[in-house]
T-cell receptor, first 113, second 118 residues
Framework: GNSVTQMEGPVTLSEEAFLTINCTYTATGYPSLFWYVQYPGEGLQLLLKATKADDKGSNKGFEATYRKETTSFHLEKGSVQVSDSAVYFCALIPSGSARQLTFGSGTQLTVLP | NAGVTQTPKFRILKIGQSMTLQCAQDMNHNYMYWYRQDPGMGLKLIYYSVGAGITDKGEVPNGYNVSRSTTEDFPLRLELAAPSQTSVYFC?????????????????FGEGSRLTVL
């Protein structure tokens, strides 16, 4: 079946540090890949997406590249801010007909000033 | 723009009581979902619907029921509440996930309903 595996958290960084949150997936064909972010006390919101191999999704300084050869979609940001503190979820929609997203377990990020 | 609206935001139930969590969206989305999120955990899909009159079980449907009589509304019913149902519940909606359009796969979430069963 389809699955998403994220690096375990929590992750704690100092402001302006480099961020990587690893995400690998299992799915047949070419799924669409997503990163969602959940700020404290809120629902999830889409951060970025990529729909085909070698696509790079980007938003708010975050980037992730769809790597078919390593089945990965790692989230990166060059310089994190305190306001980036949140839980980050990797997710996929399998190719073909799909009725739901498959989410990873989430990674808690805390950025200290 | 309202988006996805959930009510109530907070509720405390006694064991064995029943209640309905309301969810409404004004984006004319066909797909709607109910998730639960336990403390420090990821999301678990309870039920989903791909259109009015159509509902399907997700990963953890036991103890819950849903209905979808209109495109806008997707209420979640808890019968005989149990402490194991203490959680934060999120409703979400989306377009057809595989429509091929640029927004395919974007779920819009409500702010959540925090339920405690004592």
């Amino acid at each position: 079946g389809n699955s998403v595996t994220q690096m375990e958290g929590p992750v704690t960084l100092s402001e302006e540090a480099f961020l990587t949150i690893n995400c690998t997936y299992t799915a047949t064909g070419y799924p669409s890949l997503f990163w969602y972010v959940q700020y404290p006390g809120e629902g999830l919101q889409l951060l970025l997406k990529a729909t085909k191999a070698d696509d790079k999704g980007s938003n708010k300084g975050f980037e992730a590249t769809y790597r078919k050869e390593t089945t990965s979609f790692h989230l990166e940001k060059g310089s994190v801010q305190v306001s980036d503190s949140a839980v980050y979820f990797c997710a996929l929609i399998p190719s073909g007909s799909a009725r739901q997203l498959t989410f990873g377990s989430g990674t808690q990020l805390t950025v200290l000033p | 723009n309202a988006g996805v609206t959930q009510t109530p935001k907070f509720r405390i139930l006694k064991i064995g009581q029943s209640m309905t969590l309301q969810c409404a969206q004004d984006m004319n989305h066909n797909y709607m979902y109910w998730y639960r999120q336990d403390p420090g955990m990821g999301l678990k899909l309870i039920y989903y619907s791909v259109g009015a009159g159509i509902t399907d079980k997700g990963e953890v449907p036991n103890g819950y029921n849903v209905s979808r009589s209109t495109t806008e509304d997707f209420p979640l019913r808890l019968e005989l509440a149990a402490p194991s149902q203490t959680s934060v519940y999120f409703c979400a909606s989306s377009r057809d996930l595989t429509s091929g359009k640029s927004k395919a796969g974007e779920l819009f979430f409500g702010e959540g309903s925090r339920l405690t069963v004592l």
